[in-house]
Nanobody
Framework: QVQLVESGGGLVQAGDSLRLSCAASGLTSDSYGMGWLRQPPGKDREVVAAISRSGDGTYYADSVKGRFTISRDNTKNTVYLQMNSLKPEDTAIYYC???????????????????WGQGTQVTVSS
């Protein structure tokens, strides 16, 4: 059974940074593409960033390019999301997700992911 546990969310001011972590268990880390998705209040869930099984390929939503960085440490079964220059519009619940993908494929849509964490709240005040 795949389990994903997020940590690192919180309340910050605009311009601050946060680092989210996702600890995965019940899977072999390098067998899954991983991603971070978010769901702002009243909006649909969207893929913020994703990374291939190998770690060589990444995807970023246009709204976070240049500010967020996704990375993974397969030896620790952990995925990270470094978020810099945070904006109030980044406020959302952030979910870690895993999907069984081809080795170099980067999952880019919510339906590419079959396992989800419970989410961590990120709130950015202006």
């Amino acid at each position: 059974q795949v389990q994903l546990v997020e940590s690192g969310g919180g309340l910050v001011q605009a311009g601050d940074s946060l680092r989210l972590s996702c600890a995965a268990s019940g899977l072999t880390s390098d067998s899954y593409g991983m991603g971070w998705l978010r769901q702002p209040p009243g909006k649909d869930r969207e893929v913020v960033a994703a990374i291939s099984r190998s770690g060589d390929g990444t995807y970023y939503a246009d709204s976070v390019k240049g500010r967020f960085t996704i990375s993974r440490d397969n030896t620790k079964n952990t995925v990270y999301l470094q978020m810099n220059s945070l904006k109030p519009e980044d406020t959302a619940i952030y979910y870690c997700a895993a999907g069984q993908t081809e080795y170099n494929m980067v999952p880019t849509t919510a339906r590419d992911f079959g396992s989800w964490g419970q989410g961590t709240q990120v709130t950015v005040s202006s």
